[in-house]
């Protein structure tokens, strides 16, 4: 039988995530060339080619796209199985906070995970804006909190994961030609807005901005209707939105980062337990790219 080896796809999935050999084996420790093997023998195993090379950069073929679903697939269910048996008695009771941004299409998948694994620990969720989210953190009224980075104040903790912000209109409407463009933003305080506001300037492209909302359901009403273009991460694109870029006139943005924070006073197994997980399922850095300081930032 043609056994896939974990092993080789945890270093597969590093090369795609940090864009070449040498960064890859600093993140799972191994040596440039046990690397170069390990990829050598995945390659052999699944018959295909999974990398081309790109200058000092190894970008996936189509085949490699492919495989990278898989490999996360199968190290997710892997470390999912372990750690159903790692502490079978956990009980108890957390708050996690989330922005609504991320919550309908992260967070289902997350806690279901989860709650499999650790089905007598009770999980209360507060979906709120991040600016509020790492307010309660820092109070003390919920336990850990996934939030945009850029509102984490004097709080500290660790970004764990990256994604293209897109510039987004409907499918079915040309509300981007309109010149100014129409945008559906959030409010003042939102760093999104701070990126688009700047990436616009610098184009000289002219906007107003129609509608103001600090909750994302809102803002991609207003897109899916025609009203206006917004921005949105990778992971919260809905269908029937229609990505916008250079060629429609919309500049190239910053990317969006996922912060994780945990409240001073959450240092039980079942915040251990939690905060763990939600690295394992959302994180996409190596170990080297999320021990960043957020309040040094």
Known sequence: MN???????RTFVAIAEVGSFTAAADVVHKTQ?????????????????IFSRDGRQS?????????????????????ETLSAFEDPGLTGSVR??????????????????FSRINPMIEITVECQ???????????????LGIINHGYYGSLRGEVIRREPLFWVGSRDHSVHELDP???????????????????????????RVAYISSAALALSGAVLAGL????????ALK?????????????????????????????????????KHIVTSLGNLGAGEQMVNLAAE
């Not at 943005?253 to 939690?274: Q, T, Y």
């Open 239 to 275: 269908a029937n939105m229609r990505i916008l870029g250079l060629r429609e006139g919309f500049p190239e943005l910053e990317p969006a980062e996922i912060g994780l924070l945990r409240a001073e006073h959450a240092k039980s197994p079942i915040h251990d337990a939690l905060a």
């Open 228 to 235: 206006a273009v917004s921005v949105l991460p990778e992971s």
């Open 33 to 49: 060339s046990a690397v170069s093997m390990q990829m050598r023998r995945l390659e052999d195993r699944v018959g295909k080619p």
């Open 181 to 207: 463009v129409p945008l559906a933003l959030g409010p003042d305080d939102c760093c999104w807005r701070a990126n688009v506001v700047r990436a616009l300037d610098r184009e000289g492209r002219r906007f």
């Open 96 to 113: 996690l906070g989330i922005p609504d941004d991320y919550a309908d299409r992260l967070l289902p998948p997350v806690l279901a995970g």
């Open 129 to 143: 804006r991040s600016v509020t989210v790492s307010d309660m953190i820092r109070d003390g009224r919920l336990d």
């Open 59 to 79: 970008r996936l073929t189509e085949d490699g796209r492919r495989l990278l679903e898989y490999a996360r697939r199968l190290i997710r269910l892997n470390d």
């Open 3 to 9: 056994v896939l080896d974990l092993d080789q796809l």
